[in-house]
């Protein structure tokens, strides 16, 4: 073991004076031995060392790289894109995110624009509202979900519907155009999609989808409704000024308040926007 000790010493050494040029080895990132990513960054890109031990369930689909892993401390996780997402330790994510104990979902028609992990739809479920309907482009998600993150979303996903619930697979861009075209209203939408990205302005794909996102939702709403949305850490100051002008775009114009979690799986805290048609405009 002293022998191995000390290789590993003349290793970090040769590494410092190749690579860095100076004698210290604090200026190193730590060399971890596994197969699996133990890193995954904050909301502005700063890298955490995750407790991960096991690599669950992997798969790529035309729309992201799906990964569920476990690690000691928060339970299965999943992981789209190599971001994490929702762990099983992130019910107060979920209930951030709906307002629970200040939003009334009782006999309310509710819609989720995203939310394959199912904890959403789970959770709402509980409230007794009239119906939910669920839209998600990726049905892998929902079956890695259902099979391995069971303690988060229970049974609903076991089937694609239930007494006052649908799960729609499919784009939720083309089905709130058709709701829209139908002249259907709804008490809730549920943007459970995205994060807002990091960016010098508020430009490029992810932006223009945000934004088609925000102006479509708005025209399925009902007078009294309220779009409910995650957008990024608290850490990332610039990209919520971002979405807030884009919120202030918005026509007919929109109020918003805001909450906040700390999230165990992001180990940062998170940021919730509830939006709502401005009635003195």
């Known amino acids: 073991m002293a022998q191995v000790g000390e290789r590993c ?26 197969t699996f990513k133990r890193y995954y960054p904050t909301s502005d890109d700063r890298l955490l060392e995750y407790d991960i031990d096991e690599l669950v369930f992997e798969e790529r689909t035309p729309y992201q790289k799906i990964q569920i892993v476990h690690s000691k401390s928060l339970g299965n996780m999943l992981v789209l894109d190599d971001l994490q997402n929702i762990s099983e330790a ?65 049974d609903v996903l076991d089937k694609m519907s239930g007494p006052n619930y649908e799960i729609i697979v499919g784009d939720c861009v083309k089905a709130i155009e058709q709701y829209i075209k139908e ?63 884009q919120l202030m775009k918005l026509q007919p114009p929109v109020k918003f308040t805001t909450s906040h979690a700390f999230v165990p799986s992001f180990l940062e805290d998170w940021v919730f926007y509830q939006v709502f048609f401005d009635k003195k405009q």
Request: proline letters at 3%; one cysteine or more; aromatic letters at 8%.
């Open 9 to 34: 010493r003349e290793l970090d050494r040769d590494l410092v004076e190749r690579v860095v040029g100076i004698h210290r080895s604090q200026a190193l990132v730590p060399i971890k031995r596994g």
């Open 183 to 245: 002249g259907r209203k709804f008490d809730y939408v549920f943007g459970d999609l995205t994060d807002v990205p990091l960016s010098e302005a508020p430009t490029g794909e992810l932006w223009d989808f945000i934004n088609k996102i925000l102006s479509l939702s708005f025209k399925i709403l009902k007078p009294d409704g309220k779009f409910m949305t995650h957008v990024i850490g608290s850490a990332a100051g610039d990209a919520l000024k971002m979405y807030e002008t």
């Open 90 to 154: 992130d019910l107060i994510y979920t209930e951030t995110l709906m307002g629970r104990g200040i939003e009334n979902y009782k006999d309310k028609e509710i819609v989720i624009l995203g939310g394959g992990d199912g904890a959403l739809l789970y959770e709402l479920l509980k409230e007794k509202p009239k119906e939910v309907i669920m839209l998600e482009i990726d049905e892998v998600v929902m079956k890695a979900c259902a099979k391995h993150m069971r303690s988060i979303c229970g």
